[in-house]
Structures are given as structure tokens and as C-alpha cells.
């Protein structure tokens, strides 16, 4: 296997509220729970779960738009877990983010050509002539045309935004991007469209990618492995095809029951598992397996004992006492 281009090790991001002087007291919310994952050089990871689940947190981690609060990153061999200054800067040209929002995450004031130099401009990658050379083929690579440089955000589609926000994330040329919900907000025709997009950049530049979705349909047109998350945590992780075809841990099933399928005959044998309550509040968990109060399985065990994330027999993890195999 490659050595690791992103390597994560019991990550937490912790929020504090309250404290000595509230009635409630000190709460902490845990919003990312002892997450460790790696990521190879030119592999997506596709990171999936319902939403409050973490996944954000832990992308924004991970490109240290937040602080962790306990844990380590390694970014192409350096540990960046507290980096600041030129280091963090020099980290952050080869790790890019896709926002989920492609109009908020885009200055409204500025010209698109403007927004997809800024990177350029702030590393000096070049002079005024060989920028305006570089933006207008980033535009060409995710399909945008020479006469829409000089347009403003408001004046594209969705769909159009969220390339040119592609065109900056690429900028730099990056080696990994973390990905975070960039087709949820894009209507379904589009989705497909900017996932393509996005394979596609992947093979001629050998991107890798931490894939941020909910929709587990659209993870498994572009994942080479899959994450699940729940209530902060990693439940199963494995290939995307084992995870997606053979779900070990109950959670990752019910998700999967969720995902539509386009052929009517086969829609109707499928059995959708509904489950039960909402997810439990990541400031008061539940005792032993998070999952156990929605859980159909659930013994005695999954009550007082939280399960660890370990192997099963395919390779996979998972963090169940009683894994569906």
C-alpha cells in the first residue's frame, strides 16, 4: 500500500458551553469523537452520515479551518496539528477545500477572474500576464468559458458557481481537496455533472479527495472507500464497493435501504429500515454503542459497552458487537 498523503490519529473537536457561573453547568459537545482514517495519494475517501453527524467538523479539521481539541494530523509526511504561520500557509497550498454553498463561499463583489487569482496573487505563483494565463485555463479545465471571466457570482447558476469555486480550490495544485457537500445544494441534473467533473480531475491530475456527502448514492459514483460517521464517530469503514454492497454495521444498512433505486422491479423487493427516534444529542450520548437506542440488534452488551472499531474477516472495520456478516 502507498505511505499515507493524509494520515489522521484520534481526532476530537470538543465544544465547551456553560461553565460555573450556568445552571446547567459545563456541557461539552462532542462533535468529532476519537476519528482515525488515512487517505492514499490519488484515493477518494467518501465520508457519509446524517446530517449533525460530524462530517464538516471534521473536514474543516482536518484543513485546519478549525482547531482540533485533541488527536493528529499528518498532511505528505508533516504533522500540520499546530502549524501556523508560512508553514501552515505552505500546507495549505497542497490541501484545498470545496465549500457546500458554492454562491456564500464566493465574494459577491468580485469578478470570478479575481476570486480564482486570489490564491495565485497571495502565494506568488507567477506575474500579473502568467496569472491571467493560469485562471483562464483552470476555466477551461472545469468547463467554463474565456468570456466569463470577468462576470460576477450572481451571474451564473449553481452549477456554474461551483466550478469556479472548483477552479480555485485547484489552483495551486493541490495533492489532496477535502470535498464538503459540493453537489448538495445543485439540482439532481447538475449533481451528475459536477461529479463527473470531479472524477475526471481526479484521473488527469491525481488529485485524492475526502468526499463529504449524505447521499450515499452519489458517494458511490466517485469513492474508492467509504467512511460512515455517527454521532461523531467512525462506525464502519472499508472499499466502497464491500460497504456499499454488503453493509456490516446496522447504521450503514439503514442508510443504504434510504438510497432510490431507478428500476420500479427492484424498488419494490426493496425493504426500506426505518429507524427509530432521532439521533441521540452529541452533549448527552447514550451509554456503551451510541447507535444502541435505534439499533434492532441491540443486546445487553451494546447497553454498557461501547464497541471499538475493528477488523472483520473481509478486512473492512466496523464498531458493532454484532456486525451483520
Known amino acids: 500500500m502507498n505511505t499515507p498523503l493524509l494520515c489522521v490519529e484520534g481526532l476530537s473537536k470538543h465544544y465547551v458551553s456553560g461553565g460555573a457561573l450556568s445552571r446547567r453547568g459545563r456541557t461539552v459537545v462532542r462533535a468529532v469523537d476519537d476519528v482515525s482514517f488515512t487517505i492514499a495519494p490519488g484515493e477518494t475517501l467518501g465520508l457519509v452520515g446524517e446530517s449533525g453527524c460530524g462530517k464538516s467538523t471534521l473536514g474543516r479539521c482536518v484543513t ?43 465574494n459577491p463583489r468580485r469578478r470570478v477572474r479575481d476570486i480564482v487569482a486570489e490564491p495565485l496573487i497571495v502565494h506568488g505563483r507567477g506575474r500579473s500576464g502568467e496569472i491571467r494565463d493560469m485562471v483562464a485555463s483552470l476555466f477551461a479545465d472545469v468547463g467554463l468559458r474565456p468570456e466569463q471571466l470577468d462576470r460576477f457570482p ?62 450515499l448514492g452519489v458517494v458511490r459514483q466517485i469513492a474508492d472507500r467509504v467512511a460512515v460517521m455517527y454521532l461523531g464517530a467512525i462506525v464502519e469503514l472499508g472499499p466502497a464497493e464491500a460497504v456499499l454492497a454488503s453493509p456490516a454495521h446496522p447504521y450503514t444498512q439503514a442508510l443504504i435501504s434510504a438510497v ?47 464497541p471499538p472499531l475493528a477488523p472483520l474477516p473481509d478486512g473492512r472495520l466496523t464498531a458493532c458487537h454484532h456486525p451483520r456478516i
Do not use: W
Open 64 to 106: 485546519r479551518l478549525l482547531e482540533a481539541s485533541g488527536g493528529k494530523i499528518e498532511f505528505d509526511g508533516r504533522d500540520i496539528t499546530r502549524q501556523s504561520g508560512r508553514a501552515l500557509r505552505e500546507t495549505r497550498a497542497g490541501l484545498q477545500m470545496i465549500f457546500q454553498d458554492p454562491y456564500a463561499s464566493l
Open 154 to 215: 450572481h451571474e451564473f447558476s449553481g452549477g456554474q458557481r461551483q466550478r469556479v469555486g472548483i477552479a480555485r480550490a485547484l489552483a495551486l495544485a493541490p495533492k489532496l481537496i477535502v470535498a464538503d457537500e459540493p453537489v448538495s445544494a445543485l439540482d439532481v441534473s447538475v449533481q451528475a455533472q459536477i461529479v463527473n467533473l470531479l472524477a475526471d480531475l481526479k484521473r488527469a491530475r491525481g488529485l485524492a479527495f475526502l468526499f463529504i456527502a449524505h447521499d
Open 260 to 306: 432510490p433505486v431507478a428500476d420500479p422491479a427492484r424498488a419494490r423487493e426493496k425493504r426500506r429500515i426505518v429507524l427509530a427516534g432521532d439521533p441521540p444529542s452529541p452533549s448527552n450520548p447514550p451509554s456503551g454503542c451510541p447507535f444502541h437506542p435505534r439499533c434492532g440488534f441491540a443486546t445487553e452488551i451494546c447497553t454498557t459497552t461501547k
